[in-house]
């Protein structure tokens, strides 16, 4: 399993595709494949069939879709969208900004 340097909760930018230049907070990660699902962005429309006994309705619903992990860049609170680079501090590895060095805060 391959470790994703974006979390759950991040902010990060959406680099290409229709919602290129959307700044939205990340909803999921799928390390696995190599995917996250980020808020409000590559919204597809699903058909939900409504549930007898349960009063739940149908129709057409939209969620998101997941993107690629390369197509966004995390957003730095100092100077915007960064890569991410790591160093230890102890025993801990962080994630730090590679434009400023500044340590990267995990929202987990």
């Known amino acids: 399993m391959q470790s994703l340097d974006i979390h759950r909760n991040d902010t990060v930018k959406v680099l290409t595709g229709s919602d290129r230049g959307k700044t939205q907070r990340v909803l999921r990660v ?3 494949k190599g995917k996250i ?10 058909t939900v069939s409504g549930k007898t006994g349960q009063r739940t309705r149908g129709g057409i619903a939209e969620q998101e879709s997941p993107i690629s992990v390369s197509n966004v860049a995390l957003v730095c609170p100092n100077c915007g969208p960064t890569r991410v680079g790591h160093k230890m501090e102890g ?3 962080v994630r730090i900004c590679r434009k400023c060095g500044q340590t ?4 987990r």
């Open 104 to 107: 990267l805060p995990t929202k």
């Open 37 to 46: 699902l980020v808020e409000h962005v590559r919204m597809v429309k699903k």
């Open 91 to 93: 025993d801990i590895r």
């Open 30 to 32: 799928f390390p696995d």
